[in-house]
């Protein structure tokens, strides 16, 4: 069965940096698109960044310049590394594959950012 394990996140201050790992399994990792997402207290869950199959990026304006997106097929993992850190990045962080008409997410990993 497919499983997305997030991990990495945590308390920092304003401006410090976290680097949230996803392992993914029970999947052709390296024919997928990988997505981070995150949710807000409070807020609708928001897309945040993309890669693709192919290694092609895309992010969130907010994000944009502090955050990248990355993979490494051969752990069958994405990465999302987290500069600049603003409290209102403060979140949970989930990763997210669709795999046919089926959609899957990990469990998420806490970001929180003091100011």
């Known amino acids: 069965q497919v499983q997305l394990v997030e991990s990495g996140g945590g308390l920092v201050q304003a401006g410090e940096s976290l680097r949230l790992s996803c392992a993914a399994s029970g999947i052709s990792f390296s024919f997928n698109h990988m997505y981070w997402y995150r949710q807000a207290p409070g807020k609708q869950r928001e897309w945040v960044a993309t890669?693709?199959?192919?290694?092609?990026?895309n992010s969130l304006s907010s994000v944009k310049g502090r955050f990248t997106i990355s993979r490494d097929n051969g752990k069958n993992t994405v990465y999302l590394q987290m500069n600049s850190l603003k409290p209102e990045d403060t979140a949970v962080y989930h990763c997210?594959?669709?795999?046919?008409?089926?959609?899957?997410w990990g469990q998420g990993t806490q970001v929180t950012v003091s100011s």
């Open positions: 890669i693709t199959s192919n290694g092609g990026t």
């Open positions: 997210n594959v669709n795999v046919g008409l089926r959609v899957f």
